[in-house]
C-alpha cells in the first residue's frame, strides 16, 4: 500500500510541475507581496488542513543571504479551511527589489519572491537615466492596475501615449531631445498624478 502511495504521489507532482502551475511550498496555495505606500505587504495562505509550528519571515538584499525580519508564533494554518496571513516590511531596501522567503517550521524554506519599493517623493515618481541616453520612469502602482502615461512637451504638445501595466516606463535613447516635459499618469481607478522630468541626453532634434 505504501509503494502504491508513493506511485500515486509521484505522479501529481509530475504533472503538477508538467502544468507550469507555480508554486511558493507544498503547504502554502499562495505568496505575494506588494508595495503599499511606504511599505511592503507580504500576503500567503495555507492550503486547507495545512499546519505548521511557527511561520519565520525572512528578508534579503541579493536573493543569497537572508536575515529574520519577523516571526508568526504557535500553530500556522487551519485544520479545516484555507487561512490567510499579512506581514507588513516597514522598513525595506529603498529604491531597490526586496527578496522575501518564509520558513514554515519544520517544513523548510519556499521559494523566493522580488518585491521592489519606490521612494517616489512628492511627484509620485522618480526618473533614473543612463550613461547611454536610456531613461526609466518609476512609479508605485498596485498589482493589476493598468492605465496609461501621457507626455506633453515644454510647450503643451501631447506628444507621446503609453500604455501602462507596471510601475516603469522605459523611453529608449533618442526617442526625445533634451528638455523638459510633463507627464501624467492615468490610472483605471481613477486616479492620477503629474509631474515635470527632465531628459538630459535626447536626441539632435
Not at 483605471?188 to 538630459?200: E, M, P
Request: glycine share 10%; hydrophobic share 40%.
Amino acid at each position: 500500500m505504501n509503494h502504491i502511495k508513493t506511485f500515486v504521489l509521484s505522479l501529481m507532482l509530475t504533472l503538477f510541475v508538467f502544468a507550469g502551475i507555480a508554486q511558493p511550498h507544498a503547504l502554502l496555495q499562495e505568496f505575494s507581496g506588494f508595495q503599499q505606500d511606504n511599505q511592503l505587504v507580504l500576503r500567503w495562505t495555507f492550503r486547507s488542513g495545512s499546519l505548521c509550528e511557527g511561520t519565520r519571515v525572512e528578508r534579503s538584499d541579493n536573493g543569497l543571504i537572508f536575515n529574520q525580519i519577523g516571526e508568526i508564533p504557535g500553530i500556522c494554518g487551519n485544520p479545516e479551511t484555507a487561512f490567510s496571513y499579512t506581514f507588513i516590511d516597514s522598513f525595506p531596501k529603498h529604491n531597490a527589489i526586496n527578496h522575501y522567503r518564509l520558513e514554515l517550521g519544520n517544513y523548510g524554506f519556499t521559494s523566493t519572491i522580488a518585491v521592489e519599493f519606490l521612494n517616489t517623493g512628492e511627484n509620485g515618481f522618480i526618473v533614473l537615466s543612463s550613461g547611454s541616453g536610456q531613461t526609466d520612469i518609476l512609479f508605485q502602482n498596485k498589482p493589476g492596475r493598468k492605465g496609461k502615461a501621457i507626455i506633453y512637451s515644454s510647450v503643451g504638445k501631447r506628444i507621446a501615449d503609453i500604455d501602462l501595466q507596471g510601475k516603469r516606463i522605459s523611453l529608449s535613447p533618442g526617442r526625445f531631445a533634451a528638455g523638459v516635459y510633463l507627464l501624467m499618469l492615468i490610472f483605471d481607478d481613477n486616479t492620477s498624478l503629474s509631474g515635470n522630468f527632465v531628459i538630459a541626453n535626447g536626441n539632435s532634434q
